[in-house]
């Protein structure tokens, strides 16, 4: 990759959003050159970047040409094109994160199956194609109340998730393919933010405890770093590296945990970019 000091560089960001923004004015404490590409340049992004391509980064064509003469691409959202990525990634083009993780990490059903290949513990989970599935599959007896409904794709910040109590709840349920859970007994719900540079070195920040709010199934409280003993605070660590290594990522990756009343942690979901889970640390630590 070009030196980050180099004049020319630039670095080119899928999504224009409030993620977006946050990056750009990372940037800016470095007198870098941000490209953004998102629909307006009226979204938060448009304000302060260096430079503002309008149109779509789920369009192939869009995000290709985006892509030229950039010195680096990165996103602010997952459900990007990973085609054009993986195209110009071939053309020479650095992309962080690299669009094979990409395109797991933005399939939740995909997600759950690279952490049962790779040993990392997770929740159960079957898949299912339709509500009409889930609904034969309770019928039959293959499936039981409670459980989580989660969309494998398009879901993010409380989007996509139905949590099914009872036969009451059947109405609730998602269209489209989804991955299915028992409903965890969660004792808190934790994230490990990790870094990992291209000679596969990582770092963390330390242990954040989130309370989400029940409706919204959004965060409401975030502390840091989170009251637990210092034995999973640890493993909490530990499992956060061990997911980055596995993916091969350079950059940051948001890990999202359970910490289950038998004491045990399980990987929720993980986020390539930046994440709320993290926000806190742009006023409290050196290096955001």
């Not at 892509?67 to 054009?84: C, D, K, P, W, Y």
């Not at 969660?186 to 770092?203: C, F, H, P, Y």
């Not at 530990?238 to 350079?250: D, F, G, K, V």
Request: glycine residues 6%; contains cysteine; hydrophobic residues 40%.
């Amino acid at each position: 990759m070009q030196n980050l000091f180099h004049p020319d560089f630039k670095a080119g960001i899928l999504g224009g959003g409030q993620l977006g923004k946050m990056l750009c004015l990372a940037a800016q404490n470095w007198d870098l050159h941000t490209a953004v590409l998102d629909q307006s340049a009226d979204f938060p992004a448009g304000k302060v970047c260096t430079e503002f391509a309008e149109g779509s980064f789920k369009d192939f064509d869009d995000v290709v040409a985006f892509g030229q003469n950039l010195s680096v691409l990165t996103i602010e959202i997952e459900h990007v094109n990973t085609e054009a990525l993986e195209k110009l990634e071939a053309q020479g083009v650095v992309v962080h994160p690299s669009p094979r993780a990409l395109s797991v990490i933005k399939d939740k059903g995909l997600q759950k199956q690279f952490y049962r290949e790779k040993g990392i513990p997770t929740a159960p989970f079957e898949l299912f194609d339709s509500p009409a599935d889930i609904r034969a599959a309770l019928e039959a007896g293959k499936l039981n109340f409670p459980f989580v409904q989660k969309s494998r794709t398009a879901g993010y910040d409380g989007r996509g998730v139905a949590v099914i109590h009872s036969p009451d709840d059947l109405d609730k349920l998602l269209p489209g393919a989804a991955v299915i859970e028992p409903k965890v007994p969660i004792e808190k719900e934790l994230a490990v933010i990790v870094a990992r540079n291209e000679r596969g070195e990582t770092a963390t920040y330390p242990l954040v405890e989130m309370e989400f709010d029940p409706v919204a199934n959004l965060v409401e409280f975030l502390s840091c770093p989170a009251v637990v003993a210092d034995d999973i605070a640890r493993r909490a660590d530990q499992l956060a590296r061990q997911t980055i290594e596995a993916y091969n990522l350079c950059g940051l990756l948001a890990v999202e945990l359970f910490l289950t009343q038998s004491g045990d942690l399980v990987v929720n979901e993980v986020a390539p970019r930046t994440h709320n889970s993290g926000h806190h640390t742009i006023d409290s630590c050196y290096t955001s």
